[in-house]
Each structure stands twice: as C-alpha cells, then as structure tokens.
Nanobody, 124 residues
C-alpha cells in the first residue's frame, strides 16, 4: 500500500484548503484512513480518521466542525477539507492507513502505511 498526499500550501487565516491522498494497492473496504499533522517541536496529532467503507468518521477536538474527511472510492482518494483555518493549523499534514479500524484511531503507532507530508501554512 502506498499513499501520495498533496494539496498543501499557503492560505490566509479564515481560508480553506483541501488535501488529497491517493491510495494505491490493497483492498480498501475495511481499511482505516487517517489524517495527521505535526508542527515543529510537537507530537504528531490525528485530526481525522475514517473507515473506507464510510461507516465511521471521527475528528480530533481541535478541528471538529471545521475539518471534514471524505473519500472517493473510484479515485481511491481520501480528502481532508479544511475550513476556517487559523495559524495554529500550520503543520505538515500526513495521510496514513491501516488494514482495519481501531479504537485507538488517534494513535500514530496504530497505522502501518504513511504518505509523505504536505505543508500547510496559515498566515497573512
């Protein structure tokens, strides 16, 4: 399984950005997909995760109501729509996958497959 993330960039406070992550390989139906972020000097934080089947989506407290995770089955792509961005959202964002859902969905150590990071900078 390989993941390729894209869509990062510079955005003004209050703006929006959509990240994409193309997943190649694997039968994704039971997979868990997650979006993490890591700022300099901070631990990697899970902002959202979902079952590829769509049966479950979850969010970190810091992004609830602002970020939305979704997927396009035909394109084998998972998205992270980010709205109402603020400077605290500035981070390198990573997509990650594992072969099944886990109750520890927010833990980076639970995920076996990682994409390269994409930098999101929120600044005026």
């Amino acid at each position: 399984v390989q993941l390729q993330a894209s869509g990062g960039g510079l955005v003004q406070p209050g703006g929006s950005l959509r990240l994409s992550c193309v997943v190649s390989g694997g039968n994704l139906f039971n997979y868990a997909l997650g979006w993490f972020r890591q700022a300099p000097g901070k631990e990697r934080e899970c902002v959202a995760a979902m079952r590829w089947s769509g049966a479950r989506t979850v969010y970190g407290d810091s992004v609830k109501g602002r970020f939305t995770i979704s997927r396009d089955n035909a394109k084998r792509t998972v998205y992270l729509q980010m709205n109402s961005l603020n400077p605290e959202d500035t981070s390198v964002y990573y997509c990650a996958a594992r072969a099944s859902w886990t109750v520890n969905w927010s833990s980076a150590s639970e995920y076996n497959y990682w994409g390269q990071g994409t930098l999101v900078t929120v600044s005026s």
